[in-house]
């Protein structure tokens, strides 16, 4: 339905002083501190998932070396979607003046809201990321203790028990990424870079990350005789913390590693703008439009903790 004049019945009177509704600030490309952005030229992407080989055998004098295979352990894809919203206005209201009073900021409005259709979209994969429900290339959640290997063992990229976010359970989950393996039982060097939180663990973080001293309790409530912030010391988490305002579980926390080929954004047709007159009607329509997916390749990019039991 286009926007008329009945709609629009304050621009007509005289001695109007402002209009507001439309000129929010907006938080914009969150997404950019947790996705890598590639393009891409087709209706979907797919990324494989190779074994590599497992630990090299004792050869004994005259024997055969022992060889090996790598293989394709699963594939993950990557659909894109089309996401379009648009507007339109009346002749008449264009013929009162309305348009070059709203135009402007209509067409911001609706700019903000395809910015926030995209960050919910890139956020929720971390929302559903311990929903079985929401899988990736290997038949799992995002965040799961049952990741399958070509070895047949599995591995886990969130806590064996759920927690609060503190210096404790981060510390925890460090040690938990330094375990992690590759497909074939391998031990690889990865570790925690950023950390990504909702809004309301903003002051949390901000102590955990920043203290100098330790922020664990101890003895009758105290800190902990004044330990150092190992963390801060060691220069753990060098990204610092970055907070997500799209993040809908209040006390989940997510840490991303520097493993390659993770969590990826590809962008099919970057945002189009279009303004075009109906014949039939005198109607101006606007419209905006867009393909992109988000997603995840190595699930071993973040470790994350969930699903805290409610009090």
Do not use: W
Not at 8 to 32: C, I, Q, T
Not at 52 to 67: D, I, N, R, S, Y
Not at 165 to 184: C, G, K, P, Y
């Amino acid at each position: 339905m286009a926007i008329s004049r009945s709609q629009l019945v304050k621009e007509l009177e005289p001695g109007l002083n402002a209009l507001f509704g439309l000129e929010y600030n907006r938080y914009d490309n969150e997404h950019a501190e947790i996705f890598v952005t590639e393009t891409s030229d087709r209706a979907f992407e797919e990324e494989v998932m190779l074994s590599g080989f497992g630990t090299a055998a004792t050869k004994a004098e005259g024997a055969m070396v022992t060889m090996d295979q790598a293989t394709e352990a699963y594939t993950s894809r990557y659909t894109h979607n089309t996401v379009a919203l648009g507007f339109a206005i009346t002749e008449e209201a264009i013929e009162d003046n309305l348009y070059d009073r709203l135009a402007g900021r209509y067409t911001r409005a609706l700019a903000r809201s395809m910015a926030q259709s995209k960050q919910i979209t890139a956020a929720n994969i971390l929302n559903n990321g311990f929903d079985a429900n929401f899988t990736g290339g290997d038949g799992k959640a995002l965040m799961t203790t049952d990741h399958p290997l070509a070895n047949g063992g599995t591995f886990r990229n969130e806590l064996s028990t759920a927690a609060d976010l503190s210096e404790t359970s981060l510390e925890q989950s460090l040690i938990d990424i330094a375990a992690f393996v590759d497909e074939r039982g391998l031990k690889i060097a990865l570790q925690g870079r950023k950390l990504i939180i909702p809004k309301e663990l903003q002051f949390t973080a901000e102590r955990i990350m920043r203290s100098p001293l330790s922020t664990t309790p101890g003895g009758s409530n105290a800190f902990a005789k004044n330990d150092i912030n190992a963390m801060m010391n060691m220069g753990m988490v060098p990204e610092g913390y970055r907070v997500n305002h799209f993040l809908t579980d209040t006390d989940a926390f997510f840490i991303l590693t520097d493993a390659p080929n993770g969590l990826k954004h590809f962008v099919r047709s970057p945002i189009k703008t279009a303004i075009e007159g109906d014949f039939d009607t005198g109607n101006v329509r606007f419209k905006a439009r867009e393909r992109y997916s988000f997603g995840f390749s190595d699930p071993r990019c973040v470790f994350g903790n969930g699903n805290l039991p409610t009090s």
